[in-house]
């Protein structure tokens, strides 16, 4: 019967929201786990409040609470100093999937989707049945708004279940605050882990948490100076896809394929328009208007775009943390003994701009650090403990490098081993710098290495962004990187092992040098200030040899 089996089926076919979709599907989104549950809650108001504050030119001051509330019970709020949030608006960003500001431009940000705060919230409403509770309040209004919102899950439509105006301590800025189930972690995976990683990789930022038993921590700025707001840019020609061309001839405003050209790509003027137009062999004209273009024709100049040069995308749509900063970052968080930095220039991978940073902290706080003082002796120094909270310290000299992973400033805590720049560390050969290293694994050293992947579009494995996917231009550029970092590396670490040598040399001498003194007095019948004064001028040949 297959005709009444097709009725059948006919019958049951219905659309399925985005909101149901991914209500099945939420580990797509993070959400697999009552363990990650509050972390990737923690993590997608962070990122959003910190996109807000620096969009807003805001040096952001950002607040983290996660209350028990008994059981598997948590709340988890964030709030933040940022622009705030027009009334209007409230209610479709928390309770709507792909709702958001950022999916339709080209240039940095944590966010890019349009759904981690509304899943956050979808996920709060699944386990304990209630609302997100929103404040936001925008400059130069009297009263923030308060709203009780979730997400009609069958028809990705916001549920307002309360609005009221109320009043608030801050001028302007936002609090979201779920309720959830959930299990609270420590370790690796710990909100404290995030918080001190999303210090490392944005100085500019003060955190303040305060855990579950009431303990407080806080991450302060090291600068006051804002990282630069990065350009909107269009797509670059050389990226666009055959489907994607088509849309945007179907979309434009453009009457006229040169305006069309011009007007929705970056690099594309005057001249490099017709060089594109005359390559579709007179198929097309300047004229052509965009939206009386076939299938065929599309073809055709999709192949000519891709044929004609134009210069490479601009690059200030990316904001790097920068080697500077990136080094306050690391300086502040974590305690070693050396650190390496750098900032690869921009590449490009299917259109999109993307740069990468590495850096590498080397050796454990509490052992002691050769230095040479201004006078050139070699001592050893003491080095000052970090305990704020959990923290990372660098593994000992005969356990694997830790790695720190960030995409867009953002830290990335899960599926490290699926993550290009996992895979990355891994691959570089780090026994030419005089690591230990067996094939397929990470080097054996007491090191942490942080690489960061800052891009307009990260290409994550999955909507949950937690990897790093591994595209060949992107991998390619992080072994560079890693490289370039592992050299520096070994001339550090070549240059303390001599240090180590040469201070051993001089400790063994030193013990004798009294000795040598009494033997002289003694061969030489010297008084005991002559005999004093030529232990003295030993000893400072002894240190001499070395300029600092
Ligand atoms: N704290 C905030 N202050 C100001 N605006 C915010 C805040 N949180 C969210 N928004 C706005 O809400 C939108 C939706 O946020 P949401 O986290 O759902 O998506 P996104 O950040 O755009 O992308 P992603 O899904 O990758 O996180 C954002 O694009 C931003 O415009
Ligand atoms: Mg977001």
Redesign the pocket.
């Known amino acids: 019967m297959p005709e009444s089996a097709a009725l059948a089926m006919a019958a049951r076919q219905r659309e399925i929201a985005v909101s149901e979709f991914f209500l099945k599907n939420r580990h797509l989104l993070g959400f697999d786990s009552p363990h990650k549950a509050i972390l990737t809650t923690v993590k997608?108001?962070v990122?959003?409040?910190l996109?807000?504050c620096e969009e807003a030119s805001i040096l952001p001051e950002i607040r983290v609470e996660v209350v028990h509330k008994g059981g598997d019970r948590y709340v988890v709020a964030v709030e933040?100093n940022?622009?705030?949030?027009v009334e209007q608006q409230i209610a479709r960003?928390f309770g709507k999937l792909l709702?958001?500001?950022?999916?339709h431009q080209l240039r940095q940000s944590?966010?890019?989707?349009?759904?981690?705060?509304?899943a956050a919230g979808m996920y709060g409403q699944l386990t304990t049945g209630r609302p997100m509770r929103i404040t936001s309040r925008v400059e130069g209004n009297r009263q923030a708004t308060e709203m009780l919102v979730s997400i009609d899950t069958a028809r990705n439509r916001p549920d307002i279940h309360r609005k009221r105006k109320v009043s608030w301590r801050r001028r302007h800025g936002?609090r979201?605050e779920v309720e959830m189930e959930g299990h609270y972690a420590h370790g690796p995976h710990s909100v404290e882990m995030y918080l001190k990683q999303t210090a490392i990789a944005n100085p500019h930022v003060t955190l303040r948490f305060v855990g579950p038993a009431g303990q407080t921590l806080v991450f302060r700025r090291s600068t006051d100076v804002l990282p630069p707001l990065p350009s909107a840019i269009k797509p670059h020609p050389h990226g666009v896809e055959l489907g994607q061309l088509i849309q945007m001839l179907h979309d434009t405003p453009a009457r006229t394929l040169r305006r069309f050209l011009e007007d929705e790509f970056s690099r594309v003027g005057a001249t490099t328009a017709r060089h594109i137009i005359e390559r579709t062999r007179g198929r097309l004209t300047e004229r052509s208007n965009p939206r009386r273009i076939a299938h065929a024709q599309a073809t055709q100049l999709h192949r000519a775009i891709v044929r004609t040069p134009v210069s490479a995308p601009r690059t200030d749509c990316l904001v790097p943390i920068g080697e500077k900063r990136l080094l306050e970052g690391l300086g502040k968080e974590l305690d070693a003994d050396f650190f390496v930095v750098l900032t690869r220039p921009p590449l490009v991978y299917r259109g999109n701009p993307f740069q990468v940073e590495v850096g590498i902290a080397w050796g454990r706080p509490g052992d002691a650090a050769l230095a040479i003082d201004s006078q050139g002796r070699i001592r050893k120094q003491k080095k000052r403990k970090k305990a704020k909270g959990e923290t990372e310290r660098a593994p000992k000299a005969d356990e694997p490098a830790h790695v720190l992973r960030f995409a867009n400033r953002v830290p990335l805590l899960y599926q490290q081993s699926a993550c290009a720049i996992t895979r990355a560390v891994i691959q570089t050969n780090w026994r030419a710098y005089g690591l230990k290293q067996t094939a397929g694994n990470l080097p054996i050293a007491p090191m942490i290495v942080v690489a960061h992947v800052a891009s307009v579009w990260v290409p994550f494995t999955s909507e949950s962004?937690e990897a790093v996917a591994a595209l060949p231009e992107v991998s390619r550029e992080l072994v560079l990187a890693l490289q370039e970092a592992g050299r520096r590396l070994a001339a550090h670490i070549r240059r303390d092992q001599r240090l180590e040598r040469e201070y051993e040399k001089r400790s063994y001498i030193e013990q004798y040098l009294p000795h040598v003194g009494l033997a002289l007095q003694d061969i030489l019948d010297l008084s005991d200030r002559e005999r004093d004064r030529t232990v003295a001028r030993l000893d400072t040949v002894l240190h001499r040899r070395r300029k600092p």
């Open positions: 997608e108001a990122d959003n409040a996109d807000a933040d940022g622009p705030g949030i960003i709702y958001g500001s950022k999916f944590r966010g890019q989707q349009g759904m981690g705060i509304s936002t979201v962004k």
